[in-house]
């Protein structure tokens, strides 16, 4: 790793997808300019949605294959293991742990989120997955015949027991709901996915709300109502926090612990751009909201890197967002979210399925299950069906499931 300089055309503060995607754009735009990153992490950028899937189901499960080589590709001087401790738009200066002090032409803000920790918990076999070495501690924890408990049944808590399975290891998924997913799909998916999850060795422990981990020669984990599980290994899916300790005292303008941006994702101070899981942002379709995924963090870096080098264009993407669960795999657009009404149409075996989550008539959210090549379909329903213009036969006629 070179030295840091002290000034570069443009700073890209964190290495995850968004930054990658930034200094691309950037670097597209405007070959010759100077760009740094700098990240935390201790490792390149990786394509973060493989920790929890293809590492664990494919041949290789080295986290190197992974590797976008955005230095490389880009130009850009990369910093890993290096912290941005402050932000000061008036300067138009970061500084890093290390007390560098470095000019920024423009600067990216794209830290990303890190997983929620249970307060008081510091065990080494209390495990967590955001990062490459969170994957490989994971790898080491998570043997052939080890009781590894993963408590969280969202996307990642379910990710991370079905890639577990994979090792040998005897996984136990705990989660606070009473259906696993409850809050994304409707009973009859949620139950198919408790279904395969049992078959393929998963003990599920539904309403197991944690409380507390001791950690002596075993885990005990204990729940809010008395109940306990031990673990040799336990990995906590509990959703995640934002890294937006920088905006507050660079007075950006914030909704909640998110970044507001505007639609050409600029924050509030001059020449300082965000991206990715930290911002909130105007979706076209959806109004104003925040997306932790893959799909948004590309795209919304990409546009902060196109406008950092000058292009001053509108983010006008709806993100989709995707995941893998064994044999069965989903794309979806919008608000996935059971609390507004479902309509459901499945194929005939009833092995493919279109869900649509509609609120006040208007359709907000599609999932397509084992439904592919439907994603611009699912985006046009949504802009289609806005004020309830389209009746329930038009909205399930629209995409066939499979
Ligand atoms: C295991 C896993 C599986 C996933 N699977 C899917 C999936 O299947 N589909 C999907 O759509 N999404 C998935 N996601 C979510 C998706 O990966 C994230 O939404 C995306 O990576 C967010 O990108 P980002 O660039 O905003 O943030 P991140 O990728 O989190 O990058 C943030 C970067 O900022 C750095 N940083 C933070 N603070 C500082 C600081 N002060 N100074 C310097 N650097 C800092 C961090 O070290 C990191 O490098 C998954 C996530 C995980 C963890």
Redesign the pocket.
């Known amino acids: 790793m070179s030295e840091i300089k002290d000034r570069y055309d443009h700073v890209i503060?964190?290495?995850?997808?968004?930054?990658d995607a930034a200094a691309r754009a950037i670097h597209q735009r405007a070959p010759e300019a100077s760009i740094a990153i700098?990240?935390?992490?201790p490792h390149q950028p990786v394509y973060?949605?493989a920790?929890?899937?293809d590492l664990w189901s494919g041949d290789d499960p080295d986290p190197d294959s992974q590797a976008l080589h955005t230095a490389e590709e880009t130009g850009a001087e990369l910093f890993t293991g290096?912290?941005?401790t402050d932000l000061l738009p008036a300067s138009h200066t970061v500084v890093t742990a290390r007390g560098q002090r470095v000019h920024y032409g423009t600067a990216l803000l794209?830290?990303?989120?890190s997983p929620r920790h249970l307060p008081g918990v510091k065990d080494p076999r209390v495990a967590y997955?955001?990062t490459v070495g969170d994957y490989r501690h994971l790898r080491d924890l998570a043997t052939d015949g080890a009781r590894v408990v993963v408590v969280g049944g969202g996307y990642?808590g379910t990710?991370v027991a079905a890639a577990l399975t994979r090792t040998g290891a005897q996984v136990t998924l705990a989660h606070s709901g009473q259906r696993l997913l409850a809050c994304l799909f409707p009973e009859s998916l949620t139950a198919h996915v408790e279904q395969v999850f049992t078959a393929r060795g998963i003990t599920l422990r539904p309403g197991f709300r944690l409380a507390s981990i001791d950690t002596g020669h075993e885990l005990v984990l204990h729940g809010e109502d008395g109940s306990t599980l031990t673990a040799d290994a336990v990995v906590l899916g509990l959703s995640a926090s934002l890294?937006t300790a920088?905006a507050a005292p660079a007075h950006l303008t914030r909704e909640g612990d998110a970044v507001v941006v505007d639609s050409q994702l600029r924050t509030s101070a001059a020449d300082v751009y965000a991206?990715?899981?930290?911002i909130w942002f105007e979706d076209p379709l959806l109004g104003r909201r925040r997306v932790?995924?893959?799909?948004h963090?590309q795209t919304s870096?990409d546009l902060a890197g196109r406008n950092m080098a000058g292009a001053g264009e509108d983010y006008t993407a709806t993100p989709l967002?995707?995941?893998d669960l064994f044999d069965d795999g989903y794309e979806a657009v919008g608000e996935l979210d059971t609390r507004h009404e479902t309509h459901e149409v499945w194929n005939q075996d009833r092995t493919a399925a279109v869900i649509h989550y509609l609120k006040d008539g208007a359709v907000r959210g599609v999932l397509l299950w084992n439904t592919w090549d439907s994603v611009p379909a699912a985006r046009q329903l949504i802009a289609d069906s806005a004020g309830g213009a389209l009746s329930t036969e038009e909205i399930t006629a629209r995409i066939q499931p499979g």
């Open positions: 503060i964190g290495g995850g997808i968004a930054a700098i990240s935390a992490d973060r949605p920790l929890s899937k290096t912290m941005v794209a830290t990303g989120a997955l955001r990642i990710e890294n920088l991206a990715g899981d930290i932790e995924h893959v799909d963090a870096g967002f995707f995941s």
